[in-house]
């Protein structure tokens, strides 16, 4: 006997009717119309069952920090950077276990199961890594939380840069991460990509970058990742995040960069929400929109993401956890509003981002863990445009949040009683 059996559901790719089968916390099979006894029933009602929502790139270590010991008045990333700087004295790893498993609450509620996790390094009491490592323990039930290894002071640049990141690998951390950008020369920022990337390599990690998060169309470290990614055998495990520089550079030079990139198996995550908010900040008018070229990337046969960075910390104080949010704002920035675009970024919160950490059982698939939501939505357009409400998130067969549909009700004459902003012709 199945476990739970879906019926009559919407997949991302357009199958309508699909039935999906769990048992063991696993899916057995996925066709259409399925017959079979199971212990519970859901009628789906033509609406969409998505693999959970993957975020590729946060800092749990900030999150809903905001207001702590300030609230960040320009919005700026420097003041931002200058704010943490200020807020890491204080921090306590009780607070800060507090605060992140209240965002985990938050996130699994939004059907948002993986998270990939920066967390600074520079402190040599490495209490942010400790206090991350716990939350990852505790959470692990019920959420897949990958950690980065991340020198915000910038490896090369801070006392001990090296030695810290170094012992909280040993510590349990999973990935090596980097800023070349804000070490003190172009030159240091070049090493400690080479370093670090030889320090993944040594170690078997996987490698996540914080590259050219800057307007300078002359910060160009992603290509020295792309190389070191190939000279040491590192492809499809490397990713480069934010990239926004590639927003400014010459269409020439990145003509030669983009196959590069494609060539090295590297990832690019971007980070619509924060890109557009952080970047451009020089400019009078015309203003950069500073995100990275998502579609030319993913033209090339790169494996594009998005992630929503920061939520209520010192460099953004919005947020709740919603990836469709994310992706509403990639579609715009990016300008992807063409029909294959917007299925793109679903794609980029869902299935790419699940390939940029490497997650193992992630799909719809026979065989697959059983970890899916149902959205109050047909496809991926609608949920997009709505921000769909996640009406149930199933982790390996297990319910683990429901939220009543959003609907209004309505008090007009000779109008329908509610509406819940679905397209009345779908």
């Known amino acids: 006997m199945l476990d739970l059996l879906i019926h009559n559901a919407t997949l991302p790719d357009g199958a309508t009717d699909m039935s999906v089968a769990v048992r063991d916390g696993r899916i057995v099979e996925v066709s259409r119309g399925l017959q079979a006894p199971a212990r519970e029933v859901l009628d789906a009602g033509g609406l969409l069952v998505s693999p959970p929502f993957v975020d590729p790139h946060f800092h749990m270590d900030a999150t809903l920090s905001y207001g702590l010991p300030r609230i960040n008045q320009s919005g700026t990333l420097l003041e931002g950077i200058a704010l943490w700087g200020e807020l890491k004295p204080l921090l306590k790893a009780e607070a800060l276990i507090e605060r992140a498993l209240a965002y985990c609450d938050w996130a699994v509620a939004k059907g948002l199961l993986a998270i990939r996790s920066h967390v600074d390094t520079s402190d040599a009491s490495l209490l942010a890594v400790d206090a991350l490592l716990e939350v990852k323990r505790l959470v692990a039930p019920y959420l897949d939380l990958q950690l980065v290894a991340f020198p915000q002071d910038g490896v090369l640049r801070s006392p001990g840069g090296v030695d810290n990141l170094k012992r909280a ?29 030889e320090i993944a390599a040594e170690r078997g990690k996987l490698v996540d970058m914080h590259c050219d998060e800057s307007d300078d169309p002359l910060s160009r470290h992603i290509e020295t990742l792309a190389f070191e990614a190939q000279r040491l055998g590192l492809q499809g495990r490397v990713t480069g995040s934010h990239c926004t520089s590639m927003h400014s550079m010459d269409n020439y030079y990145v003509s030669k960069l983009l196959p590069l990139i494609a060539e090295s198996g590297v990832a690019v995550v971007s980070n619509p929400l924060i890109n557009i908010t952080l970047q451009g900040r ?46 509403h704002m990639g579609l715009h920035v990016a300008q992807m509003t063409s029909q294959a675009g917007i299925r793109q970024c679903f794609d980029a919160v869902t299935v790419n981002a699940a390939r940029v ?70």
């Not at 990935?175 to 370093?195: C, N, Q, Y």
């Not at 990337?297 to 910390?313: E, I, K, P, R, S």
């Open 357 to 426: 950490m490497h997650l193992e059982g992630y799909g719809l698939a026979a065989g697959c863990d059983a970890s899916f939501v149902l959205l109050q939505a047909r496809d991926p357009v609608e949920a997009i445009r709505l921000r769909a409400t996640r009406l149930k998130v199933y982790r390996k067969g297990r319910l683990m949040a429901e939220t009543p549909a959003a609907t209004a009700a309505l008090h007009l004459a000779g109008r329908a009683s509610a509406t819940s902003w679905m397209n009345p012709r779908a």
């Open 282 to 327: 020089h400019d009078s008018y015309p203003k950069r929109r500073g995100m990275t070229r998502v579609p030319e990337l993913m033209a090339t046969g790169v494996n594009v993401a998005f992630g929503h960075d920061c939520v209520m910390d010192p460099w953004y104080g919005m947020g709740s956890g919603d990836m469709l949010e994310v992706a």
């Open 169 to 197: 690998l040993d510590k349990g951390v999973d990935v090596v991460g980097g800023i070349p950008h804000f070490e003190r020369t172009m030159a240091d920022g070049a090493a400690s990509v080479k370093l670090l990337c």
